[in-house]
């Protein structure tokens, strides 16, 4: 079996990783992609970040109608922070040593990889799947003398999503300025954040 891993905060999501983790599913032929909205990014001390619950409903509605997705709750329930090793080796665990996993996440997020806890034995047990958005050349992430390692052994892949150039930051930004965001989430996305106040000033949304 072939497993994608959707890890990402998705506060919140939007087409753009809809549309990746299509992409992902069809290049690399995965049977199924879960989506794993991170419960305590390590990265992001000190920012403010929505519920882990209100990222996961976002995230349960935008991925209801694809059988090929699938969601878990595994980082957001583990308490403290959550690192993508953990995540990996519980799945890897849990579906068997013969699965293959291929961690499907943003470019950007590959800058700073090799600082992750266990980068190197993580990316010696799983693929690697980054997005770009468009504007930026493959050679600017891969700069980095080591990732090109990883790259040549074929632990880390590049796919160009040109839907990637929605981002939960401007999503976050035109709401609370009162600018639509209709066609750049799901339906049932917008709807939620309205309901719930999400991303204006004083929401009580963050942790
Ligand atoms: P981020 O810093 O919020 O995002 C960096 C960039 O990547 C943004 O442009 C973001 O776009 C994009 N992005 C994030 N997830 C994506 C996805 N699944 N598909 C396509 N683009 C995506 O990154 P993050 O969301 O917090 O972290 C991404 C993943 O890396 C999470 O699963 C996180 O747990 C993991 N991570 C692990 C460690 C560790 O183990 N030490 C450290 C850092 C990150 P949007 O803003 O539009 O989403």
Redesign the pocket.
Known sequence: MRLGI?????DPI?W??LV?AEAARHQFKLDQVLF?P?GQ????QGRKVSSPEHRYLMTFLAIANNPMFHISRL?IDRPGF????DTVSHLKAEYGQNIELFF??????MR?ILT??KAEELLSICHFVA?S?PGFTLLDYMAHADLSRFKENGSIHLIEVPA?A????DLRRRITIGEPIRYLVPEAVENYIYKNHLYVPDDGATD
């Open positions: 959707m890890g990402g905060t998705f939007h753009g990783h990746t794993v991170s990014p390590p990265h992001k980082e959550t690192y993508t090793y499907i996440t943003g470019a950007d997020v700073d992750w806890y997005a958005r990637m929605i981002s939960s930051t």
